[in-house]
Structure formats: structure tokens, C-alpha cells
Antibody, heavy 123, light 106 residues
Framework: EVQLVESGGGLVQPGGSLRLSCAVS????????MDWVRQAPGKGLEWVGR??????????EYVASVKGRFTVSRDDSKNSLYLQMNSLKTEDTAVYYC??????????????WGRGTLVTVSS | DIQMTQSPSSLSASVGDRVTITCRAS??????LAWFQQKPGKAPKSLIY???SLESGVPSKFSGSGSGTDFTLTISSLQPEDFATYYC?????????FGGGTKVEI
């Protein structure tokens, strides 16, 4: 079965750290770019960051609000995606989704989503 | 950053209605636009990419159009399972950004 399963969410104090994981199955993980997207309670979707595939040197991109604090990484041997979150702020409270990105005629688009994991940053 | 503006922010419709949602980009994004559906408490579901191409398994009642800065998502005959929030998203450049969402209610 093709699926993405996030884990690692929870309650953390401001300034703390958390590492999210996304376990992938049912497709060739190494072929795809992978992304993290978050959704604050009652709010819309916000893209967080991306890791490209090996063919594109595993390069990364981030939204400005997390650059320098969050790191997206992957382990193709474990079919896993990670989000290391440091210096967490209350405004980072959200459900974090991992999303698969596929290429179709030059269009790199999200085509598969995990169920999400909730991160709460509060004292 | 490219801003994505959806309208309306919410709408009321009935089963069988034809519904159109608009998304406007703050600058030319060609056809680098996607649409997503999200139901309460659930993950988003991908519907359309490249402005008008259906994702695998998405029914043909969904259609997208547009290019440049103005785009639309149309649901040809609204069914009970279509009541949800819909988001557009550009992927022309970084950062990728989403519209604010359109909630389709009964």
C-alpha cells in the first residue's frame, strides 16, 4: 500500500527541539522530492520545506520563517523523511504533513499526503 | 513572494449545483498551479496540477482552467462528499504558497 506515516509530534516548550519522521512505503522513495507542509489550528496550509532527490543532490529549500531553525533531511535506505525543528516558537504550533512530490512534464507537484502529526509549542 | 488569493472565502451550495472557485496569483505563474481538497480533521487530497491536469483517481467532475494569474476550479455537480475546503497553490518559484482556502458548505 502506498502511504506516508508521520510520527514524532508532541508538546515542547518554546526554545526546544523536536524531530519529526515520515515513514514511506509502497513506492520508490528515492525517485521523489519530499516536502513538509504545516497547518496551524483553524488556519490554512503553509509549505515548510523540501528535499530534492539524489539525482538533484538532495538540495533543500525552506520558507523564510523557518530557515536556520528547521532542517529537512532524508534517508533513502530507510525510506524515511525527517524534519529537525530547533528554537521552536509558539507560532510553530501546527499539524505537520509530509507530502510526496512527483514530476509530470516538468511540473513538480504534491500528489500524496500523510495524515499529519501535531506539534504544540507551549510553556 | 507570490501571493495567492482565493475567492470567495466560503460559499453555500446545494447537491447538484455547479460550483466555481477562483484563485489569483500576484504575478505570472504560467500554469504552475495545483488544487487540493481538505475535509475537517483530514489530510489534504491532491486534485489538479498544471492548472488543468487531474491527479490519478480524481473524478472528472473536477476541472481546472487558467494561466498566468487567474485560475478556476469547477465542480460540475456537487455531491455530499464534495463539501470541504479547497486550496490553490503555486509552484512557480520558492517559497511555494497556498491560497487562503474556500470552504464549500451546504
Amino acid at each position: 500500500e502506498v502511504q506516508l506515516v508521520e510520527s514524532g509530534g508532541g508538546l515542547v516548550q518554546p526554545g526546544g527541539s523536536l524531530r519529526l519522521s515520515c515513514a514511506v512505503s509502497g513506492f520508490t522513495f528515492s525517485d521523489h522530492y519530499m516536502d513538509w507542509v504545516r497547518q496551524a489550528p483553524g488556519k490554512g496550509l503553509e509549505w515548510v520545506g523540501r528535499t530534492r532527490n539524489k539525482a538533484n543532490s538532495y538540495t533543500t529549500e525552506y520558507v523564510a520563517s523557518v530557515k536556520g531553525r528547521f532542517t529537512v533531511s532524508r534517508d533513502d535506505s530507510k525510506n524515511s523523511l525527517y524534519l529537525q525543528m530547533n528554537s521552536l516558537k509558539t507560532e510553530d504550533t501546527a499539524v505537520y504533513y509530509c507530502a510526496r512530490t512527483s514530476s509530470s512534464s516538468g511540473h513538480w507537484h504534491f500528489d500524496l499526503w500523510g495524515r499529519g502529526t501535531l506539534v504544540t509549542v507551549s510553556s | 513572494d507570490i501571493q495567492m488569493t482565493q475567492s470567495p472565502s466560503s460559499l453555500s451550495a446545494s447537491v447538484g449545483d455547479r460550483v466555481t472557485i477562483t484563485c489569483r496569483a500576484s504575478q505570472d505563474i504560467s500554469n504552475y498551479l495545483a488544487w487540493f481538497q481538505q475535509k475537517p480533521g483530514k489530510a489534504p487530497k491532491s486534485l489538479i496540477y498544471a492548472a488543468s491536469s487531474l491527479e490519478s483517481g480524481v473524478p472528472s467532475k473536477f476541472s481546472g482552467s487558467g494561466s498566468g494569474t487567474d485560475f478556476t476550479l469547477t465542480i460540475s455537480s456537487l455531491q455530499p462528499e464534495d463539501f470541504a475546503t479547497y486550496y490553490c497553490q503555486h509552484y512557480r518559484s520558492y517559497p511555494l504558497t497556498f491560497g487562503g482556502g474556500t470552504k464549500v458548505e451546504i
